[in-house]
């Protein structure tokens, strides 16, 4: 298996746009977890989802986020519209069934906001 | 201006020396524990990892203790290298119910030649 894909790799968008991250987890993780990295903030739990339903969105800073898994083998997260505060490292992870599994992570789109 | 942000945590060390990461973690419930390495550009990536009812786990070069009294796990990593540069995150599972993973704040280990 490839690992945890995210596309793309950076994004550089004006203020006001939409943005689509993607995320295409391991095949089997019925976990996903998408996360949000920053200097301000370091590493936080945005949303996740098991066996494509949403558990916890508590996260999700504003309206403006939102997140879908149309099928296990798909994640976005849509940003709509972007504001220059969401500059950071977007992570996507997916780990198996059961608690005591570790989760793997994407390498990350780097969004910037101008 | 004076920016503001998080303040990771430094260990700096002698290539060689043993290293020690302190986590102080957030939930008495938790019941499972992991240690991430995250290298410049990368995710991060899994180290090891304990369960609730361990308090020592040993793996290649790396020990994880487990000191559910206070609420801090420690992460020891032998004969440090240059490649073992990076920052170090360990994380909590809430529960085994939910499988929600949250982090710690992060250390950054710098090994000195």
């Known amino acids: 298996d490839a690992g945890v894909i995210q596309s793309p790799r950076h994004e550089v968008t004006e203020m006001g746009q939409e943005v689509t991250l993607r995320c295409k987890p391991i095949?089997?993780?019925?976990?996903l977890f998408w996360y949000r990295q920053t200097m301000m903030r370091g590493l936080e739990l945005l949303i996740y989802f098991n066996n494509n339903v949403p558990i916890d969105d508590s996260g999700m800073p504003e309206d403006r986020f939102s997140a879908k898994m149309p099928n296990a083998s798909f994640s976005t997260l849509k940003i709509q519209p972007s504001e220059p505060r969401d500059s950071a490292v977007y992570f996507c992870?997916?780990?198996?069934?059961?608690?005591?599994?570790?989760?793997?992570f994407g390498q990350g789109t780097r969004l910037t906001v101008v | 201006g004076e920016s503001v942000g998080l303040h990771l945590p430094t260990l700096s060390v002698q290539e060689g020396d043993n290293s020690i990461i302190n986590c102080a973690y957030s939930n008495s419930a938790s019941d499972y524990f992991i240690w991430y390495k995250q290298e410049s550009g990368k995710g991060p990536q899994f180290i090891i990892d304990?369960?609730?009812?361990?308090d020592k786990r040993q793996g290649q070069r790396v020990t994880v203790l487990l000191n559910k009294t206070v609420k801090h796990l420690s992460l020891q990593i032998a004969a440090t290298q240059p490649g073992d540069s990076a920052v170090y995150f360990c994380a909590e599972n809430f529960s085994s119910n939910t499988g929600k993973l949250i982090f710690g704040q992060g250390t950054t280990l710098q090994v000195k030649p």
């Open positions: 095949s089997g993780h019925d976990y």
């Open positions: 992870a997916s780990k198996e069934t059961g608690g005591v599994t570790e989760a793997f």
């Open positions: 304990i369960r609730s009812n361990m």
